[in-house]
């Protein structure tokens, strides 16, 4: 049996009842450690922390490992019960529908338990999620990549009045390209976006485009280690919230669409400014 198991987005304790039995069950435990982070971070002592609430080993499994060795993770799912730990939801990240898709194939019993997930966790700020259109991506920029797609999408999603919630680049263990033409990979450091790269480079795509999806006093809503005790939520124009220092990874933006009148006093207390 494989067990793809949400760990949710604060900390270690929230894993559910559910999730936490299934991982004491299995004889061998695995933590995808790309998409996301939990908020003390996947150093050696969030690991360990890991291990202790466990009461047992957990391996990590870097990008490499689940898109290049999975059978190799599978096959052990074909003898014994394993889990494989996923930050937020099991399905915040395509990779883990292929695993699943995958493992069924191959004939192994897949079981999923679900957890929160950025998806939902951006409703504290009072915008209705129904009211959310096509969710983007936005990678970092290099000198020579300056990739626009998600233009089109936020455009698309602002011409139906819906909210758009941006999802911001992750860099862990990315092999460098000097690495790569000499034939050996070496890593680069982990890179979080912020913010702030996010807006910069929203705002460089729609001075390029010129199509007016949306501009400097475009309402949006920054999020900051959503789930964790000291997560941040701020909501002001791009050029206001380029202002402000939202510390520590993972962030996330939303770009408001129109509001209805509950989501707007909902939003007023996270609005620069406004009433909290």
Excluded at 43 to 68: F, I
Excluded at 182 to 198: D, L, S, V, W
Aim: hydrophobic share 40%; with cysteine; charged share 25%.
């Amino acid at each position: 049996m494989l067990y793809i198991i949400g760990l949710g987005l604060g900390n270690e304790k929230d894993i559910t009842l559910r999730g936490l039995e299934a991982v004491k069950n299995c004889s061998k435990v695995y933590i995808e450690s790309y998409t996301s982070l939990l908020s003390f971070g996947l150093s050696s002592d969030g690991l360990s922390t890991l291990e202790k609430l466990y009461g047992k080993p957990v391996t990590l499994a870097d990008r490499e490992t689940v898109e290049e060795k999975a059978d190799a993770i599978l096959a052990e799912a074909q003898e014994s019960d394993v889990a494989f730990l996923v930050v937020g939801d099991p399905f915040g990240a395509t990779t883990h529908t292929d695993l699943v898709v995958r493992a069924k194939k191959l004939g192994v019993d897949v079981k999923v338990v679900h957890n929160a997930s950025v998806m939902n966790a951006v409703g504290v700020c009072g915008l209705q999620l129904y009211r959310y259109g096509e969710t983007v991506s936005i990678p970092f920029f290099t000198e020579t990549w300056r990739p626009r797609s998600f233009y089109e999408k936020i455009q698309r999603n602002r011409a139906l009045g819906l909210h758009t919630l941006c999802l911001l680049d992750i860099r862990v263990k990315e092999p460098s390209l000097e690495s790569l033409c000499r034939g050996r990979k070496e890593y680069e450091p982990p890179r979080y976006m912020t913010i702030g790269t996010a807006i910069e480079q929203l705002l460089e795509v729609e001075q390029m485009c010129g199509e007016s999806a949306y501009k400097e006093d475009t309402l949006c809503v920054g999020f900051a280690r959503l789930g964790s005790e000291d997560q941040m939520v701020v909501a002001g124009s791009m050029k206001q919230l380029l202002t402000i220092d939202f510390g520590a990874p993972l962030h996330c933006l939303v770009i408001v669409g129109e509001t209805h009148p509950v989501e707007e006093e909902m939003l007023g207390f996270y609005t620069l400014g406004g009433g909290n």
